[in-house]
């Protein structure tokens, strides 16, 4: 393999070269001890690139790191897409690509013409880039190089100012790493405490940072001296591409002459980045301008916008200048981060009762938190009367310090203990009351018990309700773990719809299960059933569940009916379930 990848590199241009011809300074030689690299030299219309390979244990399933040794003077610690810390070359998407790892020739072929793809298109986006450079999408952040991370908890906007502290791992006694930042509102107290606790975290000190949020919109990206080792940096950054957003900095620190700062910059179609600054007070001369009332009444000293940057930037007015990492870990971040449309919303804005907190309604109600549910002002709540225990660990998502408790109870503790933020979700320990009473508090009534009877008495007595009624999402196993069944209730058709339907069913059960013998494949006791089968198809009506549940955003219901079969039986595609003429709870009493 090794005489196979040396003629293809060489094939391409590259050349064999010994580590020690290398430049001194380069990166590569502490990322990589190899004795030997190969180099080549790539021509763009900005000038030469030498680009060296670290080739990895495996080369043909492990494509090889591009290390750039040498560019033109003008790019030098200046902002390149794909280019991080000024010598990484991010050429492909490795985890997403794929290729032919049994040709080695053809697979170095297509990197040589990769990297060459790549550099041309740095250079082109550094000489005109603009504010929405798809070269430096999802990149920017990167390139900041952070010393530190902060958590943002609370959502930003320019009008409201955040506190951030500093907190330490208990566990941890490496200071160094156990180190965490936080930044929050003071109305999200609860949920910082939360943060604390869950992480294992505890404040280091009561100290508190004014935490203060900028949009920027840059006229450009690319080709900007990057990243700014000092306040002047940044000031000539803003200065050179948002000079509103430059004002609107120099004016904080008149309004707010405290000597410790967390700016946070929101930079247009590009992730956040911050800083921690502190401020010498007496050196700036902030203390000497006036308040913000007498400012408005035009007394005392000027706000000169020059004069700020001169004192700001001057060597002993920042004693310390920290690159900040920002993660946001808001409520609409964490919810928003996996939706198709956001614009769609989520389920906290849903009044939502889940019955049956067995297998499915187990792992149904983390799906439905991490959607949003009992993340907002409406409850979430879990409704079952039994109790967890030893058998039934194998397919639960509860623990084994759950035995002997309720199982609403005890997943509504481990739902509330799996995020920070702040969940109204209440677990009961009893039978749902199938009463209009009860079914009129909620929007979305889900049921999860696989009981047949409990889905005809909810889909008879929500068509009782005169006026406005909860949506019914039905989900279980059939044949005996053999497929996954869910049936949404929107009032066009019912559970019992599905039932009646002469070309499936016969005596309320389907037809293409006819040939399993149900009691020899059921352990039956005296008051219970058990069906010995694998979780998997529980996770499957589970996630079958919260889709259709999440479908209910949206204008209009997608469908009423979706089965998986696991026998390799053909699923029958998801449809608009029709209403029987023989079904008694759509066409009989009421």
């Not at 550099?119 to 900041?144: H, I, M, P, Q």
């Not at 007015?317 to 946001?328: A, D, M, N, P, Q």
């Not at 059933?529 to 009506?541: E, F, G, H, L, N």
Request: aromatic letters at 8%; one cysteine or more; charged letters at 25%.
């Amino acid at each position: 393999m090794q005489s196979e990848l040396h003629q293809a590199l060489l094939s391409c241009g590259y050349k064999y070269t010994k580590a020690r011809h290398l430049p001194s300074d380069t990166p590569l030689l502490a990322n990589d001890k190899s004795k030997s690299f190969y180099v080549k030299s790539y021509a763009t219309p900005g000038g030469q690139f030498d680009v060296a390979l670290s080739l990895r244990a495996d080369p043909s399933i492990a494509l090889p790191m591009a290390i750039i040794l040498d560019s033109p003077n003008q790019y030098k610690d200046r902002l390149l897409p794909h280019i991080n810390m000024g010598w990484y070359l991010c050429y492909v998407k490795e985890m997403e690509a794929d290729w032919d790892p049994n040709d080695l020739h053809k697979l170095y072929f297509q990197i040589d013409a990769q990297i060459q793809l790549t550099l041309e298109a740095a250079v082109k986006s550094a000489e005109n880039g603009t504010l929405d450079d798809r070269e430096l999408e999802g990149e920017f952040s990167s390139y900041w190089l952070p010393d530190k991370s902060v958590y943002v908890l609370s959502e930003t906007t320019e009008k409201v100012h955040l506190k951030c502290f500093v907190a330490n791992n208990v566990s941890n006694l490496d200071a160094q790493f156990s180190e965490e930042w936080i930044a929050y509102e003071h109305e999200n107290i609860k949920e910082c405490n939360r943060w604390l606790a869950q992480r294992g975290l505890k404040r280091r000190d009561e100290k508190a940072f004014l935490t203060s949020y900028f949009r920027i919109k840059p006229s450009r990206l690319a080709g900007v001296l990057w990243p700014p080792k000092d306040m002047r940096g940044v000031l000539q950054w803003l200065t050179e591409t948002d000079v509103s957003a430059r004002n609107r900095v120099l004016e904080h620190f008149v309004s707010n002459p405290v000597k410790r700062h967390v700016l946070l910059f929101d930079v247009s179609h590009q992730d956040m980045v911050g800083l921690y600054l502190e401020v010498d007070p007496s050196a700036t001369g902030l203390n000497t301008y006036p308040n913000k009332k007498n400012r408005k009444r035009g007394t005392g000293r000027v706000v000169k916008h020059a004069t700020l940057m001169a004192c700001l930037s001057a060597r002993h007015s920042i004693k310390e200048f920290v690159r900040l990492g920002v993660t946001r870990a808001d409520k609409k971040t964490v919810l928003s981060r996996n939706q198709r449309r956001t614009t769609l919303g989520n389920l906290s804005s849903k009044r939502i009762a889940l019955i049956g907190c067995g297998t499915i309604g187990g792992y149904l109600s983390s799906l439905l938190l991490r959607a949003g549910a009992g993340c907002g002002q409406n409850t979430f709540d879990l409704y079952d009367h039994d109790t967890f225990g030893p058998h039934n660990f194998g397919r639960h998502p509860l623990s084994t310090s759950d035995f002997g408790e309720n199982k609403a109870v005890a997943m509504a503790a481990t739902l509330k203990s799996s995020t920070h933020l702040n969940c109204r979700i209440k677990g009961h320990p009893s039978q749902f009351a199938i009463e209009v009473g009860l079914l009129k508090q909620y929007d979305i009534v889900i049921d999860a018990t696989g009981r047949p009877p409990v889905s005809k008495r909810l889909a008879h007595v929500v068509r009782s309700m005169p006026n406005v009624r909860p949506l019914l999402v039905h989900g279980f196993n059939d044949g005996n773990g053999r497929a996954s069944k869910v049936v949404v209730d929107d009032g066009s058709c019912c559970f019992g719809c599905l039932l009646s339907d002469p070309a499936f069913y016969t005596n309320g059960h389907d037809i293409r299960f006819n040939h399993i013998d149900h009691n020899a494949e059921r352990h039956i006791n005296c008051g219970s059933t058990y069906t010995p089968y694998d979780a998997a198809v529980s996770v499957i009506t589970a996630s079958m569940m919260q889709e259709a549940v999440l479908y209910s955003l949206e204008p209009s219901v997608r469908w009423t009916y979706s089965e998986h079969m696991l026998d390799n039986t053909r699923s029958k595609r998801p449809r608009l379930l029709p209403r029987q003429p023989n079904c008694d709870i759509c066409h009989g009493r009421f």
